[in-house]
């Protein structure tokens, strides 16, 4: 029997960056995804410029920037009845980019191979059990051993559910996302709209492709749908990825053993694009605790990665809360359009306060 020091079930940028971490803190560590990579994820493909300090410690800027991306220059907020207001985006070096997820978290995943943790694609985990160690069962009939074990597969995170914590659904919004021709002349820009039913997000992801994502609810998203056929010239039988719920209650992030992290611990409102730094940075909160237990630290790994969890969030869920109540009542997201026009700097305050890397706390680990 191989027993792993850990096991990460979701290759995403949560798993895939806790399992580099742990290879570098030289943790025998085991990520289990069930997609093959490189795959396409229902995302705005938006890096804030958060990430780049926690590329930098897995030594990836380089290569993210060497991927096919965009530069995003400014947001524009346009109103139900099409006013807008742009707010210019942090220019330089470590500005805002989008990237396709089928590039960015392939490379991730590689990048945590390379450091030596093993990786299992199309391999789906379907049973948990503890006795002295985990017990990880997988569709194919495979059990895996680890000490300790990460939930870092997402918003409907199987391991929360086998572990009877995952959240009961709530009546949510559902989200649809494909990549179509970039329209001439549309900028580096990212667009967030406000329509009746809902809304839509864009951003060019290279020099011909656009990221569209539109976000209702289940029985106005096939209006969405239409609007954007419309809007975009797009043929009726264009595919486009979905996923529900866009939203739902955190689960704790920290157990005996095991944590949560990414999406399966708390799902934010995607309207500020902020979900894959979390994801990036809880992942590497969650390899130093794992290091810690590991050492014998249980207890204090425990609090430390329990109180380092809250404060990434801490000052910025009421941004995201605000966010969230603009956009299920898109009227109201119209009416903060009208305002900005006439007064931009409460907007350009909110903007800034998401997209610059200046306002996050001190990210690095106290031992
Ligand atoms: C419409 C929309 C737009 C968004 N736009 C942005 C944006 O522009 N910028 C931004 O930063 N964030 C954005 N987000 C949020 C972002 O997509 C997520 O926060 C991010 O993907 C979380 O990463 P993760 O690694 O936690 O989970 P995921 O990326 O969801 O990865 C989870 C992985 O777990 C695997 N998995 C699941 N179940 C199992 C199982 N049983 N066995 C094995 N593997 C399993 C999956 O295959 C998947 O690869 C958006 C979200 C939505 C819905």
């Known amino acids: 029997m191989q027993l792993f020091d850990v096991a990460i ?60 991306h965009s530069k995003l220059c400014s947001v524009a907020f346009i109103a139900i009845d099409g006013r807008e207001v742009i707010v210019d985006l942090p220019s330089g070096i470590d500005c805002e980019i989008s990237v396709k997820r089928s590039l960015f978290d392939d490379l991730l995943l590689r990048r945590a191979g390379e450091l030596g943790a093993d990786v299992r694609e199309q391999t789906t ?21 680890a000490r300790i074990l990460i939930g870092a597969d997402g918003r409907n995170s199987t391991v929360a559910h086998l572990r009877n914590l995952l959240p009961r659904p709530a009546r949510e919004r559902v989200a649809l996302q494909a990549h179509i021709p970039l329209p001439r002349d549309f900028g580096n820009r990212i667009v967030l709209q406000f329509l009746r039913e809902g809304y839509s997000g864009q951003a060019p992801v290279n020099d011909t492709q656009l990221n569209l994502c539109l976000v209702g609810t289940p029985p106005t998203i096939s209006r969405l749908r239409s609007w954007a056929e419309r809007q975009f010239q797009l043929p ?48 590497e909160l969650a390899a130093n605790a794992a290091t810690k237990i590991l050492r014998g630290e249980q207890r204090s790994a425990l609090r430390i990665f329990t109180r380092e969890h809250s404060d990434m969030y801490r000052g910025r869920l009421w941004v995201n809360r605000l966010a969230r109540a603009a956009v299920v009542r898109p009227q109201l997201g119209s009416f ?27 990210e690095r680990n106290e031992a």
């Open 236 to 283: 009726g039988d264009q595919a486009w990825r979905t996923i529900t719920p866009l939203t739902r209650s955190s689960v704790a992030p920290a157990h005996e053993n095991l944590f949560f992290i990414g999406d399966a611990a708390r799902v934010v409102e995607p309207f500020t694009g902020e979900g894959i730094y979390y994801a990036l940075h809880s992942g």
């Open 125 to 145: 985990v379907t049973g948990l059990s503890r006795d002295d160690y985990w017990k990880i069962e997988t569709a194919s009939g495979e059990t895996f051993h």
């Open 9 to 68: 079930v979701g290759g995403g940028p949560a798993g895939s960056s806790c399992a580099a971490f742990c290879s570098m803190a030289g943790l025998q560590s085991l990520v289990i995804d069930r997609e093959k990579f490189p795959r396409e994820k229902v995302c705005g493909d938006c890096l804030n410029p958060s990430c780049w300090p926690v590329l930098e410690r897995l030594g990836l800027v380089d290569k993210v920037r060497d991927l096919s």
């Open 336 to 362: 903060f359009v009208h305002t900005a026009r006439l007064n931009p700097s409460i907007l350009k305050l909110l903007t800034a306060k998401i997209v610059s890397p200046a306002n996050r706390h001190s």
